[in-house]
């Protein structure tokens, strides 16, 4: 899949940094709501998809540090790990808990579980994609 694009390599360095923070943004813009996850995992993995295209298998998985299928175990992990504070507090599994912070640059902060179910979410996505798409150009190659 490498490719010698000059145009595709400096658009791909260009936009790989920016659609990662995109997918950040995704990820937080409804902190208090369920369903940034989703979109955001599949923009992050879109942008490491983008790199793999003007690059080849091992810079990616240089790219991404970790290998995708243990990024799919911890986001597993973490959207279940969500729905347990709710049976400590008395309420039903994935019942939504709230905690109001008071942070020196945001000032007062609600963070819930719903936050930690998207991260999860987020984590499963990105880990579900690239195990996906890095095995077929593994076995592409």
Same mark, same amino acid.
């Given at each position: 899949m490498n490719s010698l694009s000059l145009v595709l390599r400096t658009t791909g360095y260009f936009l790989l940094p920016l659609l990662l923070i995109f997918s950040v943004f995704l990820l937080l813009r409804g902190h208090d709501e369920p369903?940034?996850?989703f979109i955001a995992g599949l923009v992050a993995a879109a942008a490491v998809c983008l790199h793999l295209f003007f690059t080849d298998v091992p810079a990616t998985r240089r790219l991404i540090h970790i290998d995708p299928?243990?990024?799919?175990?911890?986001?597993?992990?973490? @959207?279940?790990?969500?729905?347990?504070?709710?049976?400590?507090?008395?309420? @039903?599994?994935?019942?939504?808990?709230?905690? $109001? &912070?008071? &942070?020196?640059?945001?000032? $007062?902060?609600?963070?819930?579980?719903p936050l930690l179910f998207d991260i999860g979410v987020y984590a499963v996505v990105i880990g579900t994609v690239l195990t996906i798409v890095l095995s077929l150009a593994e076995a592409e190659e």
């Open positions: 369903g940034g996850g299928r243990d990024l799919l175990g911890w986001g597993l992990f973490l @959207a279940t790990l969500s729905g347990v504070p709710g049976v400590f507090m008395g309420d @039903a599994f994935f019942t939504s808990q709230w905690v $109001e &912070l008071t &942070l020196p640059i945001l000032g $007062e902060t609600k963070l819930g579980t």
